[in-house]
Every structure is written in structure tokens, then in C-alpha cells.
């Protein structure tokens, strides 16, 4: 099981607390993730990446291990510790403005 943290503005549109878990067969990938995700919480389509071009949506950054994955390739294995379920897969919500 891959464990997820969802900002709160999402986790109340899954009406869910806390960390999500979902399988994900085959290789752990973001978009693997995503996909079992969105599966799972079908309100979720659309808000973590663009509907139309599967692209992460601007204001919207993932994390694993301390790091910043959010500008790698969404078909780019996450970390070991990610897939062992040891370290969650974090989606943040970024700010903007000034």
C-alpha cells in the first residue's frame, strides 16, 4: 500500500481525515499513484493534474523523501521508501501572490 498525504482542501472534497492508502499495481510511478487516486476518489479527477493532457496542474506540487518531485517525469520511479511504505507520497498545495 502507497501512502498519501493530500492537502486539506482536497482531503474534505474525498471527505477523508488523514493519509490515504491505495494499491498500486506494478511500478510506483506519480502517475501510478495519481491514477489509483483518482480512481479511488473520483472527485479528485482534474485537481491534482489538467483532465485533458494528464499534465500536474500549476499550483500543485508532489513530494517523497524530502524531495521535490514534482517537476520529474510522472512515469519516474518514487522512492524505495515510498514504495515499502516507510515515507508517504505528499501532495501540496502551492501559494501564490504577494
Not at 492508502?21 to 506494478?26: C, D, N, S, Y
Not at 483518482?38 to 517523497?64: I, N, Q, S, W, Y
Request: with cysteine.
Amino acid at each position: 500500500m502507497i501512502r498519501v498525504v493530500l492537502p486539506p482542501h482536497l482531503r474534505t472534497l474525498a471527505h477523508v481525515t488523514g493519509e490515504v492508502r491505495v494499491e498500486v499495481a506494478g511500478e510506483v510511478t506519480q502517475r501510478h499513484v495519481l491514477d489509483a487516486v483518482e480512481e479511488r476518489f473520483p472527485m479528485l479527477r482534474g485537481t491534482m493534474r489538467d483532465r485533458a493532457t494528464g499534465k500536474r496542474r500549476a499550483l500543485v506540487r508532489f513530494f517523497a523523501c524530502e524531495e521535490d518531485l514534482s517537476n520529474d517525469s510522472p512515469d519516474e520511479p518514487l522512492p524505495d521508501r515510498v514504495v515499502k511504505g516507510e515515507e508517504p507520497f505528499l501532495v501540496v498545495g502551492a501559494m501564490a501572490g504577494g
